[in-house]
């Protein structure tokens, strides 16, 4: 069973900087997609990041240009830099991994979340 533990949450100031990580239990980037995902209060989890297997990356609209998602596979760790942090960033940052095979999802395993907060 893959475990994934983040790290690198905190309290910035809008316009400051965090790098999150997430590292996996063992090496799966070669077979799963990771995504960064975020739940602020009373408002629903969101999609934040991706990176394939394949390495391609997606952003949601309010972070591109702000945020990067990377890798490091020897490390087995995900990063999301995030940049020019703004007040509406803060909640907590889920790390989450998923595979699929034959078109379904055969395994989607979540960390246990760490909290970002941004003040004006």
């Known amino acids: 069973q893959v475990q994934l533990v983040e790290s690198g949450g905190g309290s910035v100031q809008t316009g400051g900087s965090l790098n999150l990580s997430c590292a996996a239990s063992?090496?799966?980037?070669?077979?799963?997609?990771m995504h960064w995902y975020r739940q602020a209060p009373a408002k629903q989890r969101e999609l934040v990041a991706r990176?394939?297997?394949?390495?391609?990356?997606y952003y949601a609209t309010s972070v591109q240009g702000r945020f990067t998602i990377s890798r490091d596979s020897a490390k087995n760790t995900v990063y999301l830099q995030m940049n020019s942090l703004k007040p509406e960033d803060t909640a907590v940052y889920y790390c989450?991994?998923?595979?699929?095979?034959?078109?379904?999802?055969?395994?989607?395993?979540w960390g246990q979340g760490t909290q970002v907060t941004v003040s004006s």
């Open positions: 063992r090496s799966i980037f070669h077979l799963y997609a």
């Open positions: 989450n991994a998923v595979r699929t095979s034959h078109g379904r999802i055969s395994d989607n395993v």
């Open positions: 990176i394939t297997s394949g390495g391609a990356t």
